[in-house]
């Protein structure tokens, strides 16, 4: 009986997974894309005893930091792991947002 059941339960898996194939196959693209980018996050500390990015950043960063410092010390703000790793995009778009309406689309990167 367990194993009729567990073979209906697998024939009815693989249905769902290729009437859903299309679904399934973006999913995983973004769960790899977004797993690539958290192998590849630095802690911010070490960031910025780093020689090789440019000090325009750091000092981006830094203002990160004081902002969020802001928000605890002034604003009673919880204190968290929030903002403290970095992700370098390389000058690269990690993000596209298209907004379309009446008059026409807007593609926009982050």
């Known amino acids: 009986m367990l194993k009729k059941l567990a073979f209906w339960a697998l024939l009815i898996l693989c249905l769902v997974a290729l009437f859903y194939r299309d679904e399934l196959r973006y999913g995983w693209m973004q769960a790899k894309g977004q797993i690539s980018i958290l192998m ?9 005893k780093s ?3 440019p000090d325009s950043l750091k000092t981006k960063i830094r203002l990160i930091e004081e902002i969020k410092q802001f928000g605890v ?34 593609a926009n990167t982050l």
């Open 40 to 48: 590849k996050v630095a802690d911010v500390k070490n960031v910025l």
């Open 73 to 106: 010390d002034s604003l009673g703000l919880n204190q968290s792991d929030n903002y403290t790793t970095f992700y370098d995009q390389h000058g690269k778009p990690i993000l596209w947002v298209i907004t379309a309406s009446p008059g026409g689309a807007v």
């Open 51 to 53: 020689p090789t990015l």
